[in-house]
């Protein structure tokens, strides 16, 4: 069983730029969270897709956005990135959008913005 | 507002000994916690969870405690072994809210000497 893989390991790209990170769900998952994972401070919520459809968002702008695909893989990307958005991106897949569903999470994508 | 929150940065144990690593909550909305335990370079691996129905769950060397009035939970670790060296975060549910998002805390970085 193939667990959840992130694609790049590590970004830089400067400010203003858009950036697209990407997320390949563990085998049978049809749920992804994306996550913000900022230096020393906690994952938070970004949003979460369900079947190719958005079922959630955190307190992020709408330069934040997703997408997930029929094979439920999915995308975040970013646009007029700004030096705040440096941080470790997660995504973590689910069998459904129960609180009861494990998450499973992936290694992550370190983003720098200069 | 930090809604979860996990006071120790940092905590040192001897190996075999019990490890206690706590978190305070402020929303009482909360009904479903959860501890994640996360190795530098990987994602976080779901460790334990707990509804609000109970005050305790164990699973083999970690047990759960929830304290609702006090608003307080802790994972015991016991007894404590090197390989538990990891930062784990305490994350919490509120099933009602309509839609899928856990709330982190900011991570307790447990060191287990050998």
Known sequence: ?114 | DQQVKQNSPSLSVQEGRISILNCDYTNSMFDYFLWYKKYPAEGPTFLISISSIKDKNEDGRFTVFLNKSAKHLSLHIVPSQPGDSAVYFCAASARNSGTYKYIFGTGTRLKVLA
């Open chain 1, 1 to 114: 069983e193939t667990g959840v893989t992130q694609s790049p390991t590590h970004l830089i790209k400067t400010r203003g730029q858009q950036v697209t990170l990407r997320c390949s769900s563990q085998s049978g998952h049809n749920t992804v969270s994306w996550y913000q994972q900022a230096l020393g401070q906690g994952p938070q919520f970004i949003f979460q897709y369900y079947r190719e459809e958005e079922n959630g968002r955190g307190n992020f702008p709408p330069r934040f956005s997703g997408l997930q695909f029929p094979n439920y893989s999915s995308e975040l990307n970013v646009n007029a990135l700004e030096l705040d958005d440096s941080a470790l991106y997660l995504c973590a897949s689910s069998l459904g959008t129960s609180v009861y569903n494990e998450q499973f999470f992936g290694p992550g994508t370190r983003l720098t913005v200069l």
